[in-house]
T-cell receptor, first 114, second 114 residues
Framework: ETGVTQSPTHLIKTRGQQVTLRCSSQ?????VSWYQQALGQGPQFIFQ???????GRGNFPPRFSGLQFPNYSSELNVNALELDDSALYLC?????????????FGSGTRLTVV | AQSVTQLGSHVSVSEGALVLLRCNYS??????LFWYVQYPNQGLQLLLK??????LVKGINGFEAEFKKSETSFHLTKPSAHMSDAAEYFC????????????FGTGTRLTVIP
């Protein structure tokens, strides 16, 4: 069984640009969550998608948006990039939207905004 | 609201010594608690979790943690440190409702001295 894969692994963008990050969930998982991990910090919840609908959102502005596709893969889109958006973006998938069953994390996409 | 405090951003132990990483949580509902490990340039790997039942939880790589409700703690221990244990460790609590998202602490970097 494959795990969670994220692409690209690294990305450099200019302030004001837009970026799309991609995530393929683990086989059999229908829920995808996105987290932002700034340097030296713990991951912070951005939002979760369950059956192609947003199912909860953290304290992030609307310029952070997402999609989930019928195959349960997901995209994170960030518009009008700011320097503070530089971080490791982690995708996590799970069987259902219940943390008791655990989340499987990908290796992340490191975004640098210059 | 849920939150996690990890005491000690850096912990150093000698190889073969006891590892103790501290985690205290705040939760308005019975918590689900987790420990994750992150190696350099990688995502998060689940070490162990507490959901219900036995309060002493055993995980991978010889780690264990004990849920103490009266102390609101979930400290991570390992009897004998190995060089391969050097990594960043994150404690997390789940909100158990809605998105079931994880609230992470700021992490503890473990260094193992040969």
């Amino acid at each position: 069984e494959t795990g969670v894969t994220q692409s690209p692994t690294h990305l450099i963008k200019t302030r004001g640009q837009q970026v799309t990050l991609r995530c393929s969930s683990q086989s059999g998982h229908n829920t995808v969550s996105w987290y932002q991990q700034a340097l030296g910090q713990g991951p912070q919840f951005i939002f979760q998608y369950y059956r192609e609908e947003e199912n909860g959102r953290g304290n992030f502005p609307p310029r952070f948006s997402g999609l989930q596709f019928p195959n349960y893969s997901s995209e994170l889109n960030v518009n009008a990039l700011e320097l503070d958006d530089s971080a490791l973006y982690l995708c996590a998938s799970s069987v259902i939207r219940d943390s008791r069953y655990g989340y499987t994390f990908g290796s992340g996409t490191r975004l640098t905004v210059v | 609201a849920q939150s996690v405090t990890q005491l000690g951003s850096h912990v150093s132990v000698s190889e073969g010594a006891l590892v103790l990483l501290r985690c205290n949580y705040s939760s308005s509902v019975p918590p689900y608690l987790f420990w994750y490990v992150q190696y350099p340039n990688q995502g998060l790997q689940l070490l162990l979790k507490y959901t219900t039942g036995a309060t002493l939880v055993k995980g991978i790589n010889g780690f264990e943690a004990e849920f103490k409700k009266s102390e609101t703690s979930f400290h991570l221990t390992k009897p004998s440190a190995h060089m391969s244990d050097a990594a960043e460790y994150f404690c997390a609590v789940s909100d158990q409702a809605g998105a079931n998202n994880l609230f992470f602490g700021t992490g503890t970097r473990l260094t193992v001295i040969p």
